[in-house]
């Protein structure tokens, strides 16, 4: 069966367990029925909320995913190849790793202001430790006759980065990647929701106040498909392209 076959019908059957579930609950005002969301969403279209909204959540997405992914990728190459370096800013991750994102969010708006600087700060603060962490545990897990090889053909620095050590990252980085998508949407949504003016979080807020839960569900599950359509068309068509040499 076709990729995209296997998709359709897994989203189905997660359509199919919303109706059998708020057929059970019987209240529209707890979980409307599907079809129920189409009207409101239409209207959320035409206005333009719901364009401005997801684009607002969108830009702090890419901004904080760019910035955490750099970052991390830089960290954990350095730690997993330098262990002098590890044994130093470990402590640093493991703090870092374990504390609170409310925690972060809240200090970076009390130390920045109530501004997209700290909002996307806030974000890749949270992100960066466990970028880190998946791609230091990837240089570890490096090729040693690979490296001997590379040693043996007297390969640059910047040759031997490009064509032996990113491809073993590879999947390291993709699933650094997609983890690190998934999360930091969230983180955002939770920035919005307590300081920004504009944004999916903030839509949320607002319809949280009004008991809403119609709305709620629009603006969760729009932006749940514009990440789905990034997962599907870039970073899975990606793996497939960073794994090949593997296969080859």
């Not at 490096?142 to 007297?154: E, G, I, S, T, Y």
């Not at 640059?156 to 050590?165: D, G, Q």
Request: aromatic share 12%; charged share 15%; glycine share 4%.
């Amino acid at each position: 069966m076709p990729p995209a076959a296997v998709r359709a019908l897994s989203l189905a059957g997660l359509l199919a367990l919303w109706i059998a579930a708020a057929w059970a609950t019987g209240d529209p005002q707890i979980l409307p029925m599907p079809q129920a969301l189409l009207a409101p969403w239409w209207a959320e279209i035409v206005s333009g909320d719901l364009v401005y909204h997801l684009w607002r959540t969108l830009v702090r997405v890419v901004w904080a995913f760019a910035l955490a992914m750099s970052l991390g990728l830089a960290l954990g190459l350095a730690m997993g190849l330098f262990p002098r370096f590890d044994r130093w800013f470990d402590p640093w991750l493991v703090v870092f790793l374990n504390l609170p994102a409310l925690v972060l969010i809240v200090l970076c708006y009390l130390w920045i202001g109530l501004n997209e600087t700290a909002a996307i700060a806030a974000v890749t603060l949270n992100k960066i430790p466990n970028v880190t962490i998946v791609i230091r545990e990837g240089a570890r897990a490096l090729d040693p006759d690979l490296k001997a090889m590379a040693q043996v053909f007297r390969m640059s620095r910047r040759t031997y980065l490009r064509h032996v050590i990113l491809p073993q990252l590879a999947p390291f980085i993709a699933a650094a990647a997609r983890s690190g998508l998934a999360v930091i949407w969230k983180i955002v949504l939770v920035v919005e929701f307590l300081g920004r003016s504009n944004g999916v979080g903030f839509q949320i807020h607002l319809y949280f106040q009004l008991f809403d839960v119609t709305h709620v569900l629009i603006y969760a599950l729009s932006f749940i498909a514009v990440m789905l359509a990034i997962e599907w068309t870039i970073l899975q068509p990606w793996e497939r392209r960073a794994r090949r040499w593997r296969t080859a």
